[in-house]
């Protein structure tokens, strides 16, 4: 049981215990299935990302490793935190997608409710998973068009969507492998439970302290999207550890994790666009200023960054050519620019083995 901490953490301090928490201080001999279960998630917004994301973390990755858990529907791909497309493993997409019920209704609502109103939103799902049933699936398009079938006048692309925020639906393969791209695909994931127990919502957040802490309150509300978490973390806060950020916030975070040396060495690391390493926490100063936040935050982008000592240094791109250009953000030493180059060259070999390669400073 941990008690009250008074240490308070630098910014440096938090820095090196989020990169420890994600694998990001020194590649990691795991298996895809554990890795994106300790990681509590990867951002599949598109479905590079994912791989991307394993290969900056895991000492001996391929592309064919995550497309053979897809396939087998060991990691599925659905809406999930903040109402944006994830990979998690099957038994923890149980465990967090009744949690994010609430949150997800609440998106349908503002979204799309005023291109639903007379439409019964319970018959509406119900009869969304009897065309889905048996194993069918259906695109997203495809669905609503046969939903609007029985509804004159809907708008079968709000129903299309509707469905997608308020049934349990995950996107079979090959939708979320590397390079697919299209109409999403529906299927309903059995044995999700229609509401979460108190019991589910204390262990999200348990599991979000050790992918992400020390953290707020208010980081793990960002990270989730799910709003009355405050009395969550008083439930938890006898078994838990806190701590203070140097502007006066309290921190908590499970007691059997140590917080890593702030000397202690971190790699140049090329991360994709959405990272959750720079979405997790609603102060992100972990990672980035506020002046660099600006520019890689845009709007609902995410720009791909490259971590040097850990945090943001600089942007990236790659285009179909074979060519990554680097944007500094700040000022980068000639011998990070060596290790980013090098590390850069290696990220384009695992995407496109075998072809003509550059990297580039813009």
């Not at 194993?135 to 079968?156: N, Q, Y």
């Amino acid at each position: 049981m941990g008690a009250r901490g008074t240490a308070v953490l630098s910014p440096r301090a938090l820095n090196r215990a989020l990169l420890g928490r994600q694998l990001l201080l020194g590649r990691v001999d795991l298996g895809v299935a554990e890795a994106t279960e300790h990681l509590f998630g990867l951002n599949a917004q598109d479905p590079d990302l994912a791989y991307f994301a394993l290969w900056n973390r895991l000492e001996r990755f391929t592309i064919e490793d995550l497309t053979v858990a897809i396939e087998r529907g060991v990691l599925v791909r659905s809406t999930m935190m903040r109402a944006t497309q994830h990979l998690m493993s099957a038994a923890d997409f149980r465990l967090v997608r009744p949690v994010l019920a609430p949150l997800l209704r609440r998106v349908q609502r503002n979204a799309f409710g005023g291109r639903t109103t007379g439409v019964d939103l319970g018959e509406l799902v119900a009869d969304a998973a009897e065309l889905l049933e048996g194993g069918g699936v259906l695109t997203r398009p495809e669905l609503g068009r046969a939903l609007a079938r029985t509804r004159p006048g809907a708008d079968a692309q709000a129903l299309g969507w509707t469905v997608q925020y308020l049934l349990a639906l995950v996107h079979p393969a090959p939708s979320g492998t590397w390079g697919k791209r299209g109409a999403t695909p529906f299927a309903v994931f059995p044995g999700v439970p229609e509401a979460a127990t108190a019991d589910d919502v204390r262990e999200l957040v348990r599991r979000y302290l050790a992918a992400f802490g020390p953290a707020t309150v208010a980081d793990a509300r960002t990270w989730s999207g799910v709003s009355g978490l405050r009395e969550v973390f008083e439930q938890l806060r006898p078994e838990l550890r806190t701590y203070t950020d140097e502007a006066g916030r309290e921190l908590f975070d499970l007691p059997d994790h140590e917080i890593p040396s702030p000397d202690l060495p971190a790699p140049v690391r090329l991360l994709a666009e959405f990272d959750a390493t720079l979405l997790a926490h609603a102060d992100r100063t972990r990672v980035m200023t506020e002046p660099i936040r600006r520019q890689v935050c845009q709007g609902a982008a995410v720009a791909a960054t490259v971590l040097v000592d850990g945090t943001v240094a600089a942007t990236w791109t790659r285009d179909r050519a074979g060519v990554l250009t680097v944007v500094p953000l700040r000022s980068i030493s000639a011998a990070d620019r060596e290790a980013i180059e090098a590390e850069a060259l290696r990220l384009l070999d695992f995407a496109a083995p075998g072809a003509v390669h550059d990297v580039r400073f813009g």
